[in-house]
């Protein structure tokens, strides 16, 4: 038998799914980083992050942090390079995506208001493997494709309403549609083509709540902890299953489907995190979330009575330990470049979100490496370029394993929109 991987994975770029991996063919796919450009240096930290010069999505506590007189604007793309390995066979993809686009102000003061785009999830892959029917010359090939994902519009404010409390939410439009495809074919005409396809569209809501509080200890020191909680409920989507039997000698094919009622879901999840930062020089943090997959039913075919119906036990509950920090030798030194660049550097590692029939689903190891390169001239000194390299260990004992080398580049422009010029 070949390997269930490795005979065809496509190859070129992907704008779309922004993925190749064959791990999103589970529950709702790949799930996305949601962090920006300056904490994706960081490996994603961002729950207690507070910066005026950011837009830090994964808190909306954070907005309340702009100033006055700004107006951010916060864009992203990746490219990403995996090796996919299994029984000693390694197949190279590779993949482009816009990632995000996200903007923040000042609405009122101790109010800030902040919008954007963000992935949610990505389904993108093509395989297929082949074994021989017994000792004859006929052949069965099993193809897997799949293509889609989820995504995130978002309207987000933060409030800081008491001294050193910030509080936050965002509202968000998730939409999107997936359709996986498996297609059982023989190299004996006389036997029938299965085809099996699933699919849905999502159109429904999300709601973000977030919490952070600043304290500050000796001249330069601040202590930030902040807390997430994202609700979960169903996704007002109907997936579906269609399975068609033919035979291309006598031509006759025989289709049934079937459609589960508002049968998607997302989970509660919970975030927390704790950041120390000490003046405009350096921030180390920590973050932990749990994502409760495990408590929602997920659409499956019965193997006995055959009907497309919910089940319990195919997804679990996703954890994630995130640490990271950011150094900056001196950011108001106008003279040496190098002393006003930002460095940053973390790690995370996060339990799998599915099961594979009864085994675990690979676990995720990641590093990451980034640098905040400031533009100066005459009109601008706070606007940003983030450029981080990161690497993405997915893998599981007997499964396929994922090494992915991710370059991430964000442009934040912060611009003095709302600075009162005076004519003298």
Known sequence: MCSLLLVAITLGVSAQSGTNSPYSQYGLGVLSDQSQGFNRG???????????????????????????????????????????????????????????????????????????????????????????????????????????????????????????????????????????????????????????????????????????????????????????????????????????????????????????SDGLEIPLTVGGGLSWRHGDTWLVGVDYSIQRWGVIGYPEVNSKTQKYELKKGLLRNRQKLTVGGEWVPNANDTRHFFNRVHYRIGASYATPYYNIGNVKGPSELSVSVGFGIPIFNTWNNRSIVNVSGQWVRTSATGLITENMFRINVGLTFNERWFQKWKVR
């Not at 960081?42 to 954070?62: H, I, K």
């Not at 800030?112 to 090939?141: I, Q, R």
């Not at 519009?153 to 933060?158: D, E, L, M, Q």
């Not at 965002?170 to 029938?192: A, M």
């Open 42 to 260: 960081m490996n994603g930290l961002g729950y207690a992050l507070r910066s005026g010069n950011q837009v830090n999505v994964l808190n909306p506590a954070s907005y309340s942090s702009v100033d006055s007189l700004t107006m951010i604007f916060d864009l992203g793309l990746s490219l990403q390079l995996t090796n996919f390995e299994e029984n000693g066979k390694k197949v190279n993809a590779r993949n482009a995506n816009f990632e995000y686009a996200v903007a923040t102000f000042r609405l009122f003061p101790k109010v800030g208001l902040s919008a954007g785009v963000l992935p949610f999830t990505n389904v993108g892959y093509n395989y297929s493997s082949k074994e021989t029917v017994g000792g004859s010359t006929t052949t069965t090939t099993q193809t897997f494709t799949g293509e889609g994902g989820l995504h995130q519009a978002f309207v987000g404010i933060g409030i800081n309403p008491f001294l050193g409390l910030s509080i936050g939410a965002n509202f968000s439009y998730l939409w999107g549609s997936y359709d996986r495809k498996t297609v059982v074919s023989s190299s004996d005409s006389y036997v029938n083509t299965i085809t099996k396809q699933y699919g849905a569209e999502v159109n429904s809501y999300k709601i973000d709540l977030g919490m952070q509080w600043e304290q500050k200890f000796g001249k330069q020191d601040y202590l930030v902890l902040g807390g997430t909680v994202g609700l979960g409920h169903k996704l007002n989507a109907d997936p579906y299953v269609s399975v068609r039997n033919s035979n291309a000698t006598t031509g006759v094919s025989l289709t049934k489907a079937d459609t589960i």
